[in-house]
């Protein structure tokens, strides 16, 4: 496996980590109505939204690789 798939994999798998984290963080906000889980939930949201970014930008700046 070479360097960048490696990394592609890694990257989408971070991003796979955050959507699981936003759909935890949603349950424990529905389950307990605490603003801290609807906090973390939007951050981890963003968190996977720039990691989708980073990830369009890598495989268009590395596709000659």
Do not use: D
């Amino acid at each position: 496996m070479s360097l960048r798939a490696f990394h592609l994999v890694f990257i989408a798998l971070s991003v796979i980590l955050a959507a699981f984290s936003v759909a935890w963080a949603g349950a424990q906000f529905a389950a307990t109505h605490r603003p801290m889980f609807l906090i973390v939930a939007a951050t981890f949201l963003l968190t996977a939204a720039l990691l989708g970014v980073y990830m369009a930008a890598f495989v268009r700046k590395t596709r000659h690789l």
